[in-house]
């Protein structure tokens, strides 16, 4: 019997990357996975190649995490077909030179990365219980980052680092929070830094640019399948079944940023979040 067989998760980003890897490796340890991925013919595409193993249990449904109304839609159809939730990855990640918005107005890489991934998380929570996880994809990056209370939009001053960044710790402060507030449940969620791994998330699907020098750099870089190692990890080992609201590097806990460790700053976050969410445009 494998580890995860009779178990159901979702994993963002799924159609290629680390997010590909992590299906693979859920899935072959017998999960269930939803393969939650924007673009349906890329999504096709890679639900294809994974099944080529036919033992793999896949389930391709589509989702924009960068729209609040999609990311609704998908927990909706998720909670009529499933019981259960076991396992959650938030592992999609946007980052872009250029100031861009969500369909709801926020900074592109606030919206996705932190704002998309909260959405689902707290729509999905209701169908996990004792023994689930989630496992949040953060980044090294977070040690410089600054939640912009006071333009959380980044209107003024827009730079990449300064917005990945914010994004990046909104993603630990989400789990120190989200870990605090369901400890009781038996629900785990961590964060992790995958490090350097080469993907396409700083190729724009359009234009192609990024692309010439995400190839140079390859060599130097991870593997997909390495950078997801402690998400897996995470997601499916039994010596952290029991360990919640910390940051991982490397399958070990990590040392994050002190803003990164501030509770009341993670429930700042946390309130501005849930009025985000919710509020009328």
């Known amino acids: 019997m494998r580890k995860l067989d009779g178990k159901t998760a979702i994993v963002t980003g799924a159609n290629s990357g680390m997010g590909m890897a992590t299906v693979e490796a859920l899935s072959d340890e017998g999960a269930t996975v939803i393969m939650l991925c924007r673009d349906e013919k890329r999504g096709r595409e890679a639900l294809a ?34 019981e259960r939730i076991d396992i959650l990855v938030n592992n999609a990640g946007f980052i872009s030179l250029d100031r861009q918005e969500t369909k709801e107005g926020l900074e592109r ?25 989630i496992v949040n994809v953060a980044s090294g990056a977070h040690k410089v980052g600054k939640i912009h209370f006071d333009d ?32 009781k449940r038996g629900i785990t969620v961590n964060c992790c830094h995958p ?27 991870q593997t997909p399948m390495e950078g997801a190692r402690t998400a897996i990890f995470l997601a499916t080992d039994d010596s952290v079944k029991n360990i919640t609201g ?28 849930i009025r985000i969410s919710t509020r009328k445009r």
């Open 49 to 82: 190649k994974l099944s080529e193993v036919n033992s793999r249990k896949l389930d391709l449904i589509l989702c924009d995490l960068g729209d609040f109304d999609s990311i609704r839609a998908f927990v909706r159809l998720v909670r009529r077909k499933y």
């Open 109 to 133: 890489q606030f919206g996705i990365n932190h704002m998309g991934h909260f959405l689902l998380t707290m729509g999905l929570i209701k169908m996990m219980g004792e023994g689930s996880r």
């Open 152 to 183: 959380i939009n980044l209107t003024k001053g827009y730079n990449v680092v300064k917005a990945y960044s914010q994004s990046k710790l909104a993603n630990v402060l989400f789990t120190r929070e989200l870990a605090r507030g369901l400890k």
């Open 195 to 221: 490090g350097a791994v080469a993907t396409n998330i700083g190729i724009d699907r359009e234009t192609g640019f990024g692309k010439t020098i995400t190839g140079m750099l390859k060599p130097f870089f």
């Open 246 to 273: 910390q940051y991982f590097y490397k399958c070990r806990i990590a040392r994050s940023s002190k803003r990164s460790k501030d509770m009341a700053l993670a429930r700042k976050l946390y309130d501005l979040s």
